[in-house]
Structure formats: structure tokens, C-alpha cells
């Protein structure tokens, strides 16, 4: 009696699942879910995409109009491809937690005050384009277009990845695909280097007046030419990423050893000197951080020889700093002209005029000024400083809120890298931390192509700390 019972009962649940499994048949239920599941990976795909195609966003064919229409370049359809899966996903999304909502509230308000500052400047995208004819659309469409949506496509690794990929699995494939894709632009650019070899000879000045031409020595004109960018820009990219090389070849051996052999071969042909050091100093606080001292000390004799068999034009450039044109030693010198001749007229005329202190001048405020042809200016886009560009852009009040909010941020970054010691987190922050030291003679604060990998670093950060306080 009681097999017969339990055959029964077996029986009447497999017929419950028969008719329930017809039934989800019937109503398309499991349709739905593969297409669900297929619509979760065609998403991570893009964005994977997105991410690997960052350094090269400017490149031929990546970065023409299509057919002639302004704005149609295959990077911006793509960004638009993971814009429309980000707000029109058909895959559930986990509900927010404490974490994730005040990372969201620090980003809205990061944002409306890029949108504020921006909406202040559309007045001023006429005078954009009569100073910097090359850099801004005459028309106010083209310039909401190419200065707007185009910088905020920079924003979309960090929702995508704070709201879509919180897995270490999934973080450990992003950092993949960056790797890799600086992997592809170290050989390119070497390749570029050794089939145009006279921009090793072509000097390195790296003054003010050069970094606003972007066109004074060849290698400004080779990465201008093939990557759409000036060199500043390719050495912010490796500052960025060159720690989460060496995290690889940390915890993968010798598997990535070779691409992050290339990618320092790279930085000291790049001819960037701030690169050079920001580099060098990130990996020593990388390697002493995870107390690796024998490849610490390794690649410090390698660097020690590398020098002194072949300085290069970046070395002796980093090695004449302050020392060029004067014997005089000054911050001016060693600032190669950045202090008298942006940041003290901008800071005197901004602080002698109480709207410009208190909220700046807009978006590209430091095109506005009144010095510009006066000569006691430099004619540059941006003040060369991510903290007196800001201010000039927002004025004072926000200025000092962006300056708590750092410091906070940095407190608890240090506060919750203590508390999960894990390798990605610690090579990410130092990505963080090397941007922040290029922040003073370079870089901005609002979405560029220069900080475009400030976001998905902070976004993955972010996400290994919920995962540890999920555990």
C-alpha cells in the first residue's frame, strides 16, 4: 500500500509537471526566459565591445561620420546600442542597495553639474568655434552633439557596470578586455614608432604652448594622425590601465608579462613625461602594496640599464625639466610655463569678479576669458590642472564641495581596501590614484576622453566591496 501510494504520488507530480511544462510551452514562457538569457549575453557582448574599442574610438573608419551624417560614427551607434540595453533591458535587474544608491546620488549630482555647466556654455559655442575652429562645431546641434551626448556616452561603463556586472567573474572579464586592448594599441603604436623613427629624434619640448598646438613635434602629429589624440591623451590611457597589466602578471605569472613589457615600451616612446613617472610611480606602490619586492626591485635594475644604454628624448626631457632655457630653477620651470602662464591670470581675473568666483563661467570657461588676446594668457582649451579647470568651469561653491567629496572618497576608498585586501581592488585604486596625480598638470573632472577610464575603475571598485559585504 504505501509503494503504491508513493507511485501514485510520483505519478501525479510528474503529470503536474507534463501539463505545467505544456502549459509554459503553450504561453511562451520558456521562450521568453531563452530569449531573456540570449538578450543578457548579446548586452555584456556590446559592452565588452564598447570597453575594447575605447582607445581606439577616434581611429579611421571607428571614428568617420557614416555617409556624411554628422555624429553617425560606428563608436557612437554602439555607445547607443548599450544606451538602449541599459534603459530597455528585458532581464531582471537586482533591487539597489545601500551601497549602490549613494553611489548613484553621488553620480546624479556629478552629472546635473556637468549638464548644468554645460547648458551655461551653448551660448558660447559661437566663440568656441572662432578660437578653436578644429575642437568646436560651428552650429549649436553639432556642438550639443559632439560636447554633450558624445561625453556622456564616457559615463555608460559606470551605470552598466554598477547596475549589470557585480560578479568578480564579470569584473575579472572587463579587466581582461582592457588589458587586451592595451595590448593591441602597445603593438600598434610600436609599430608606428619603428616605421616613423625620426620622431625619437624629434624633441620633446612638452611645454604649455605645445600641449595647446598638439601639433609642434612629430609625435604629437603621429598619434594626431593615426589615433585621433594627442600623446597626453594615449599616456593618461596607460596610467589608467598599466596597474591592472601588472595586477596579471601578479596573480597570472608570466602569462602577462609580455604585454606589460610592451605597454612599458610604449610609455617611454610616448615621450610623455608625465606618463613616464606617473607609470613608474604606480607600479612601485602596486608592487610595494603587495610587498613584491623581487620584481620591484627586477624591473628597477631593467629600467636602470634601459636609461643608461638609451635614454631617449623622454628621459632627457624628464631629466632637464626646470632646467631649460634658464639656469633660474622656479615652479613655473618645472610646470614648463603651466603657473604664470594659465593658472595666475585665470585665478586673478576669476577672483576679481564675484559671479565668475562663485559659479564660474561654464563649461570650457577658460575659452571665455577676458586675457585672451591680451598675451598674458596661453591660448589652451583647458587649464591644465583638473582642480583651477573646475573651478574656472563651476566657481568656487562647487569647487569646494568636488574637494570633500575627494577626500572622502579617497578615506574610504583606503578605510574599504584595508577591509577586503584583495589584489583587483588595490591595482584599481592605484589606476585611481595615478589619474589623480596626472589631475595636476593635466586632465579634467567632467567626462573627456581623457577620464574615460576613471569610470568603469570606480564602477568596479564600487561593486567588489558590495560583494564582500554580501558574504
Known amino acids: 500500500m504505501v509503494y503504491l501510494q508513493v507511485a501514485s504520488d510520483d505519478q501525479g507530480r510528474v503529470a503536474h509537471g507534463v501539463k505545467e511544462f505544456c502549459l509554459n510551452y503553450d504561453g511562451q514562457v520558456l ?14 557582448l556590446f559592452f565588452l565591445l564598447f570597453i575594447f574599442i575605447l582607445p ?6 571607428v571614428g568617420d561620420n557614416l555617409l556624411g551624417i554628422q555624429g553617425l560614427k560606428p563608436f557612437n551607434l554602439l555607445s547607443a546600442v548599450v544606451v538602449a540595453y541599459l534603459l530597455f533591458k528585458s532581464t531582471p535587474v537586482r533591487p539597489m542597495d545601500k551601497i549602490e544608491m549613494k553611489s548613484m546620488r553621488i553620480f546624479l549630482l556629478y552629472f ?7 547648458i551655461r556654455s551653448i551660448p558660447n559655442a559661437p566663440l568656441f568655434h572662432s578660437r578653436f575652429p578644429e575642437v568646436f562645431p560651428e552650429s549649436y546641434p553639432d556642438f550639443i552633439l559632439s560636447m554633450y551626448v558624445v561625453s556622456a556616452f564616457y559615463v555608460l561603463p559606470f551605470l552598466f557596470i554598477l547596475r549589470r556586472l557585480c560578479s568578480f567573474h564579470e569584473l575579472e572579464k572587463i579587466t581582461t578586455v582592457i588589458c587586451f586592448s592595451m595590448l593591441l594599441l602597445s603593438v600598434t603604436f610600436i609599430i608606428l614608432v619603428l616605421m616613423n623613427p625620426s620622431v625619437l629624434v624629434s624633441g620633446n619640448r612638452d611645454d604649455v604652448s605645445e600641449l595647446v598646438s598638439g601639433s609642434r613635434n612629430e609625435m604629437a602629429v603621429l598619434c594626431e594622425t593615426y589615433y585621433g589624440i594627442h600623446y597626453n591623451t594615449i599616456g593618461t590611457i596607460y596610467i589608467c590601465t598599466v596597474p591592472l597589466l601588472l595586477y596579471r602578471v601578479i596573480t597570472r605569472k608570466g602569462l602577462w608579462i609580455v604585454p606589460l613589457a610592451l605597454s612599458l615600451v610604449a610609455v617611454l616612446l610616448l615621450q610623455s613625461r608625465s606618463a613616464l613617472v606617473t607609470v613608474a610611480l604606480s607600479c612601485c606602490l602596486l608592487l610595494v602594496q603587495r610587498r613584491n619586492y623581487v620584481i620591484l626591485f627586477f624591473g628597477a635594475a631593467v629600467l636602470g640599464i634601459t636609461a643608461f ?3 631617449g628624448p623622454t628621459i632627457d626631457a624628464l631629466l632637464s625639466v626646470g632646467f631649460q632655457n634658464s639656469s633660474d630653477f622656479s615652479a613655473d620651470a618645472v610646470l614648463t610655463g603651466r603657473v604664470d602662464g594659465i593658472w595666475i591670470p585665470l585665478l586673478d581675473e576669476w577672483t576679481s569678479d564675484i559671479g565668475l568666483f562663485l559659479f564660474g563661467a561654464g563649461r570650457n570657461g577658460m575659452i571665455t576669458s577676458e ?15 583638473a582642480l583651477i579647470d ?3 568651469d563651476c566657481g568656487a561653491i562647487f569647487t569646494s564641495v568636488l574637494i570633500v567629496l575627494l577626500f572622502v572618497g579617497l578615506a574610504t576608498a583606503l578605510r574599504v581596501g584595508r577591509k577586503l585586501d584583495n589584489d583587483l581592488y588595490w591595482a584599481l585604486f592605484i589606476c585611481l590614484f595615478g589619474f589623480g596625480i596626472g589631475m595636476l598638470t593635466e586632465r579634467e573632472i567632467f567626462p573627456t576622453i581623457d577620464n574615460m577610464y576613471v569610470f568603469p575603475i570606480v564602477a568596479m571598485m564600487i561593486n567588489l566591496a558590495r560583494l564582500r559585504y554580501r558574504v
Open 31 to 44: 521562450y521568453h526566459r531563452a530569449f531573456a538569457h540570449l538578450v543578457a549575453r548579446q548586452e555584456k
Open 56 to 61: 581606439f574610438q577616434r581611429v579611421t573608419f
Open 112 to 118: 546635473a553639474t556637468f549638464t548644468i555647466a554645460f
Open 309 to 311: 644604454l638609451w635614454a
Open 371 to 385: 586675457l585672451w588676446y591680451t598675451g598674458a594668457l596661453f591660448h589652451a582649451g583647458h587649464a591644465h590642472n
Open 390 to 392: 573646475f573651478f574656472v
